[in-house]
């Protein structure tokens, strides 16, 4: 793991036994810091960034360390947005500048991903800090007896010997059922993530904490044609590539059938970066991703997966599971040793279709007699209150990959509902929602943010944490100015249009040309030909017609097969000791009976590989479900 922990409150602690919890291989670079205060231990790729804690001296004289791991790239104030230029520095120097000019109000206009601490040694104080997103999340417990315990890995917490593990039931079903516990909100009892867009200092005497949000996303439709939309969208997009690039670095970029990666290619004027796909053979996304590659003369390298990779990545990031998304979503984590020899860092268009197309947004779905389809329109379907949008999770397909139905995975014993366990976690007040513990000015808001604040809400969020973890990664999409033009857009330019198609028409035509995968028609089309074309594609895969159809015109591991095809199951599921490795919550007997249909000719793919990703967890192999 790479990342940031430590315990704020305790002169006499010790970490040496949890730090290794951040620790991904044996490559990285750490540094450890101990005062009368404080522990902390970190873990970084570059040598250059482990030169932590940089000190700042404020106008008074006083001295105050900071640390931080993330990726940034800039920073806003009263006088406008300064890019940070020199890539080549550490970020703590470069932040420790600014907490020098600024004080800790800085991290209110650092762009883009990070996590961090300040420790103010002259007034006894620490503050905890991530970024508006949350994307990289800061895990925390106050349950050590005036300690904070912290960590960027969830697993830290847990393991530490004076913590005691205590499964809530409701927000792990909410896992099992929708591959993440929202907000704020774990599993585990006494054990949260720090609020998105936050601040938490701890009085290092008392113990006492007190909570500041700096940001939270304020939804503020502008007035404009969309033309004009996407000719700002050009330029921010265009800043932020250019703006997380190293002049001496490797770079890579993640290339699928889609327009996300392929907007991000043309935006690499120089070709100098290297395209990587992942898939199970040649198929036609492969196909299409390859030819994206050559038409604008980028080396194109294919990531085969064999038949057990699944196994390998379940294994690989076991460590690493936050209890957000299930284990396959780590998609690349099998690839680690082929993408560190090649390259310095990695590109990835990941979450561009969340923050700027409305994927979580909900939208009309026609339900076809007899065939028991749903087919999701481009409209938007209004929510009225935070009982709809409840509702909403637990029933659109974008939401999450299992059945859409208020329904507990058969199973799980608890008997309250899906429905009810998120609603139970839903407040109203004045218009302001609190979501999970984390608070949006207006339902509108909720219902355009939702989905990406905080990004652990992001059903995929397994794959930007294991990738990070495996070498520097950029996502030019969660950059602080994508997420401010997102909130400008009015909702129905979100479902019915895409500004990254359009943008990519604009910089380079030839790429937009190039069909989709998924649709098979160019980028150029309107959003409302493609609903009509993935319908004709699912009435031809299921009535035979179209010969790829199936997993063999996607990317991502087909569950159904590769449970069916290889012995994932009987090897890291129905061994004799994950019975007793589970919580109470999961009746072990449905489980088996669920494998037994599924090989039968069931699909059960969604609920096994949540059972999957429960029983080879750091909790589970370590024995923390245990009375």
Known sequence: MVGICGVLGDPQHDIDAIASTIEWGVDEEAADYRNDD???????????????PATARGTGGSEQLLWIWGDVIGFEDSTGYAPRGDRERADATYCAELLAEHGPSFVDGLNSEFAGLILDRDRSEATLFTDRLSARPIYFTESLDGRVLFSTNLNTVLAHPDFRTAVDDELMSEY?????AFGVCTP??????????????????????????????????????????VEEFESIIRNSVDER??????????????????????????????????????????????????????EFRFLRREPDYLTDVLERVADSHVFSSFFDQAHFAGFEDELTADVDAVFAGHTADTVLEGFYMPTLEVPVPR??????????????????????????????????????????????????????????????????GVTYPSLEALTHAGGFYPVTNNKAYLMYYVTNQMLPTHYPFLDNRVIEFSLSVP?????????????????????????????????????????AARLWRSFSGKFGSDSDSGSGSRSWSDGDRVLRETDIAETHLLTP???????????????????????????????????????????ARNGLFSP
């Open 491 to 531: 909702h129905r330019h979100h479902v019915r249009r895409s500004v990254v198609n359009r943008a990519l028409t604009a910089r380079n035509r030839k790429l937009a040309e190039i069909p989709k995968s998924s649709v098979g028609l160019p980028l150029t089309y309107p959003r409302t030909v493609y609903s």
């Open 38 to 52: 404080a522990r902390v231990h970190l873990s970084v790729h570059r040598e250059t960034d482990a030169q932590q």
């Open 371 to 436: 065939l028991g389809w749903t087919i999701p329109l481009p409209i938007l379907d209004p929510v009225e209150d935070v009982d709809s949008y409840a509702e909403h999770i637990v029933r659109n397909y974008q939401y999450h990959r299992g059945p859409s139905t208020n329904q507990q995975p058969a199973y799980v014993t608890l008997e309250k509902s899906p429905i009810e366990v998120l609603r139970d976690r839903m407040t109203e007040s004045d218009g302001t929602i609190v979501h999970h």
């Open 245 to 298: 690039r190293e002049p001496s670095a490797e770079e890579g970029l993640f290339i699928s059938g889609g327009s996300d990666s392929r907007l991000l290619l043309s935006l690499f004027e120089d070709r100098d970066v290297t395209g990587y796909h992942l898939n199970d053979s040649m198929n036609r996304e492969a196909e299409i991703a390859r030819k994206v590659c050559e038409t604008v003369g980028v």
């Open 188 to 229: 585990f009892e006494g054990v949260s993530q720090l609020h998105p867009g936050s601040k938490l200092t701890v009085d290092l005497e008392s113990g006492e904490t007190s909570l500041e949000t700096y940001w939270v996303p304020r939804y503020r439709p502008a007035d404009k044609s969309y033309d004009a939309f």
């Open 577 to 619: 000791e994950n019975p007793d490795r589970c919580p109470a919550i999961v009746d072990w007997e449905t489980v088996e009976d669920l494998h037994r249909r599924h090989l039968a000719g069931e699909n059960n793919y969604f609920d096994l590989y949540g059972v999957l990703s429960l029983c080879n967890s750091y909790p």
């Open 176 to 180: 099992l059922k929708l591959e993440r």
